[in-house]
């Protein structure tokens, strides 16, 4: 599968990115499988195995794991960035970690490995925002699009081939049917062919497309764009999203009513009313 994937993505990818070393104070930290950069309160997270396409491996997703759920109490923290070196961005699980000597036991671990961290994603308490220049498939696509949010590079492109290969893309195509119409997210997992980065972004898997030249700067304007919001606004704000998508019309209002009172609460929602009574900049202290 890995192979098959050595598609026309001849020109250089965006890789790990140096965006966010310009302002603060910064810290990086190198490992086998991924890159960490924090800087000025955006984390980036870039999958560094180009070699075996970004494959998620056992060791990359712990490593992934890791770096997705470190210090993230910290108000130093407001956004999180998933990104990948190299012209794959992922290709998916790798092959070798499911053969059928592995045996079972272990191939439901690696299955279950890649949930933990997406649902890490969802209860994350800051944004997290998927930075795609090349192909993500299978697994991969599985990743980017349980993201909050999706932006890729006109040359992007998402699959879910495994059918192609014997093993039908499920739980892949559990991510991709909670972002897109039916007809879509059947049409990527029962043929395996690939969409364009453009026809993602139609069918809602992609929040934004622009050039490739554009990528880190239209990044870099979203993560700025959400540290100027306060952390615990976010954070109560991002868990009802997700809560009331499972509700009921009627019981997501009730909840909703309920979400937006307590969100009054906040002494961050009370300067923000102040701020805006008193005409000046909120002073948000992430409370």
């Not at 990818?13 to 302002?23: D, N, Q, R, T």
């Not at 906040?266 to 002073?283: A, I, M, T």
Request: proline residues 5%; hydrophobic residues 40%; positive net charge.
């Amino acid at each position: 599968m890995l192979n098959s994937l050595r598609t026309s993505f001849a020109k250089p990818a965006v890789g790990c990115s140096k965006l966010y070393f310009h302002i603060g104070s910064c810290t990086r930290a190198a490992h086998q499988f991924t890159e960490v950069t924090q800087c000025d309160g955006v984390r980036e997270i870039c999958l560094n195995e180009p070699k075996t396409r970004n494959s998620l491996s056992m060791d990359m997703m712990n490593s992934i794991l890791d770096a997705l759920t470190k210090d993230w109490q910290s108000k130093e923290l407001r956004s999180i960035v998933l990104t990948a070196k190299g012209n794959i961005w992922s290709a998916g699980h790798n092959l070798k970690e499911l053969v059928p000597e592995k045996g079972p036991t272990y191939q439901t671990e690696v299955f279950s490995k890649l949930t933990k961290i997406i649902l890490n994603i969802r209860k994350a308490p800051v944004p997290i925002i998927a930075k795609v220049n090349g192909l993500a498939a299978a697994a991969g696509c599985q990743l980017v699009a349980s993201c909050d949010m999706i932006i890729a590079s006109e040359n992007s492109k998402f699959s879910t081939p495994g059918a192609n290969f014997g093993v039908f893309c499920s739980t892949p195509g559990i991510a991709i049917s909670r972002v897109m119409p039916r007809p879509q997210a059947a049409y990527m997992v029962m043929t395996g062919l690939p969409l364009t980065a453009q026809e993602a972004f139609s069918a809602g898997l992609v929040s934004r497309v622009v050039p490739e030249n554009e990528l880190d700067s239209e990044v870099g304007r979203i993560t700025d764009a959400i540290k100027h919001k306060s952390r615990s606004v976010i954070a109560l704000g991002k868990e009802f999203y997700y809560k009331q998508l499972n509700l009921s019309v009627e019981e997501a209002y009730r909840l909703g009513a309920q979400k937006m009172t307590e969100n009054l609460s906040l002494s961050d929602s009370q300067e923000g009313l102040r701020s805006f009574v008193e005409k000046r900049k909120p002073q948000w202290k992430h409370e």
